[in-house]
């Protein structure tokens, strides 16, 4: 299957720092990447989509001048958590949408970034 | 709109079978699908189907779907320890490039 890694898996900052978190789609394109926050013991929560070579779309109340997302190239995304505080910990997850034939649109996920801000 | 429903919490014997259920309400799925999520881990695709499916069994996973009720359950067989995880169903709209909906996941606990 599609492997999609992350980078870094979990970091630790201080307060008022900002983060970057790549996802990369190792074996195939993504034209389509999504990115996620996931609380303890909670579901997924969608943040944004990111499209190759436009602008990300944001979900209903996230703030995009928070969140930076780019993605440059076909394989790879970036999540930036600008001016870090300690409410943005989280587990951040991010998936790359395949298309394929007889199995529809599925997305393929990364193992996950853990943030932890002091 | 959109909604995926699951239960939270199942627990079983090791050796039992699992089932986990889930409903939906949007009637435009196209493909429905069920993810697993270690602790401190990303989703794994377990599995999925064709909304024109009635059953998909793959070694020790069975999905079964009625599409009338918008039900979608997965059986476990000869549930191990190491299925330990959550489970989350998802469904995959027929409008263009949008993500999966996903529904918030059953926690499965197994009892040696």
């Known amino acids: 299957g599609a492997v999609v890694s992350q980078h870094p898996s979990w970091v630790i900052c201080k307060s008022g720092t900002s983060v970057k978190i790549e996802c990369r789609s190792l074996?195939?394109?993504?034209?389509?990447m999504f990115w996620y926050r996931q609380f303890p013991k909670q579901s997924l929560m969608l943040m944004a989509t990111s499209n190759e070579g436009s602008k990300a779309t944001y979900e209903q109340g996230v703030e995009k001048d928070k969140f930076l997302i780019n993605h440059a190239s076909l394989t790879l995304s970036t999540l930036t958590v600008t001016s870090a505080h300690p409410e943005d910990s989280s587990f951040y997850i991010c998936s790359a949408r395949v298309v394929a034939s007889g199995r529809g649109d599925t997305q393929y996920f990364g193992p996950g970034t853990r943030l932890t801000v002091l | 709109g959109e909604d995926v429903e699951q239960s939270l919490f199942l627990s079983v014997r090791e050796g039992d079978s699992s089932v986990i259920n889930c409903t939906y309400t949007?009637?435009?799925?196209?493909?429905l699908y069920w993810y697993k999520q270690e602790p401190g881990a990303g989703l794994q695709l377990l599995t999925y189907?064709?909304?024109?499916?009635d059953m998909k069994q793959d070694q020790r996973l069975t999905v079964l779907l009625n599409k009338k009720d918008k039900h979608l359950s997965l059986r476990i067989a000869d549930t191990q320890t190491g299925d330990s995880a959550i489970y989350f169903c998802a469904e995959a709209l027929r409008r263009g490039n949008t993500p999966l909906v996903f529904g918030k996941g059953t926690r499965l606990s197994v009892i040696a």
């Open positions: 949007d009637s435009s799925s196209t493909y």
């Open positions: 074996d195939f394109q993504a034209t389509t």
């Open positions: 189907i064709f909304s024109n499916m």
